[in-house]
């Protein structure tokens, strides 16, 4: 790759930021890793513009690990017979939200595998239960594909935000990662359904998955730049020891923090987690994502006894910082760096 310096360097990114778009050569360059630094404290500065300093909390409820796909990457894959399968209920998923609220979250996040279980009517009943308890919180469905009905069908009960990460722009990338029953032009139509209902919609993808190149990347952001999505999450691909790519190699965080920074340059106002991921493959990851231009966190709702059942990848952080109820030691880290944690919705501006 060539490497970018001085001039050179600073006239890329003005004219990836002016234009709000990126070449593949000026991708290749920038993924180098040649002048890091003044590209992150770049995409700091354009997000303090429109965020400032603060930090986004979302409380993170992992209520089913039960999915009907076999994603090759995914520990919670049909297929994957060593796990220990569980759901949360109504009630007790209320009880998460009621923790979350008493420590200052206001917007939570559903997430859990495409689990038929929890039919629309279930999820319905369930999203009017939890916006009926907390009016002045988001609610944020994180399941996977549905069919546009479905969508509305939540939406209309109460939903405000749907993630949905589309893991690859790329076909034959796509096909490396997924079984034959799943395709990228769905993924894609059920994002663009999301947006047309009008969801605030997050999508993303896996940085480091095996076949992944500059190519695929390239593909992902002019994906993100036409779909324009309000939350991007992104991290690194970590392999979970009971799946078809157990052996591949694992994502970096370094090639994750560049390509936040070039995320938040491409889509100024986007939310942009610092996610789980990046804190699992290095210990000050969401710190280095925060300082990358990243300005959401995830902090874990969930029960104690079924967050290490939630095994999408080996080793997920799950106690400590990650906890909800350690949200004091959460706040000092991020105060350590500069930001302020806020307790609020943190809607898309």
Do not use: W
């Amino acid at each position: 790759m060539t490497s970018v310096l001085g001039d050179d360097f600073i006239s890329i990114v003005d004219e990836i930021e002016r234009n709000r778009n990126i070449s593949k050569e000026q991708l290749s360059q920038l993924l180098d890793g040649h002048e890091a630094e003044e590209l992150r404290q770049r995409a700091v500065f354009v997000r303090e513009k429109i965020y400032g300093k603060n930090v986004y909390i979302r409380g993170l409820i992992e209520f089913t690990n039960y999915c009907k796909n076999n994603c090759y990457y995914c520990g919670i894959r049909r297929n994957n017979k060593n796990i220990a399968r569980y759901r949360i209920n109504e009630a007790g998923i209320l009880a998460c939200c009621a923790e979350g609220y008493r420590l200052g979250f206001r917007t939570f996040v559903l997430q859990g595998g495409e689990d038929e279980y929890f039919t629309d009517e279930r999820l319905c009943r369930l999203i009017g239960s939890i916006k009926a308890g907390f009016s002045d919180c988001a609610l944020t469905l994180s399941i996977g594909e549905k069919n546009r009905e479905s969508y509305e069908a939540y939406f209309q009960a109460g939903a405000d935000r749907y993630l949905l990460r589309h893991e690859t722009a790329d076909d034959d990338h796509y096909r490396r990662l997924h079984p034959a029953e799943l395709s990228l032009t769905n993924r894609k139509e059920c994002l663009q359904n999301l947006k047309d209902i009008g969801y605030q919609v997050g999508a993303g993808f896996m940085v480091g998955s095996p076949g992944q190149s500059v190519d695929t990347i390239y593909e992902d952001l002019q994906f993100l730049r036409e779909l324009q999505p309000h939350m991007v999450g992104i991290g690194p691909f970590i392999p979970q020891h009971d799946t078809p790519l157990a052996q591949e190699t694992a994502g970096t965080c370094n090639m994750t923090v560049t390509l936040l920074s070039i995320i938040r340059l491409l889509l100024p106002h986007v939310l942009l987690p610092a996610t789980t991921a990046l804190g699992t493959i290095d210990p000050t990851g969401r710190e280095k994502g925060l300082l990358a231009g990243a300005n959401v966190v995830m902090p874990n709702l969930s029960p104690r006894d079924v967050r290490g059942k939630y095994a999408l990848y080996d080793k997920k952080i799950c106690t400590g910082e990650e906890a909800a109820e350690c949200i004091a030691c959460l706040k000092k880290r991020v105060e350590n760096i500069g930001y302020s944690i806020v307790c609020d919705r943190g809607d898309y501006k």
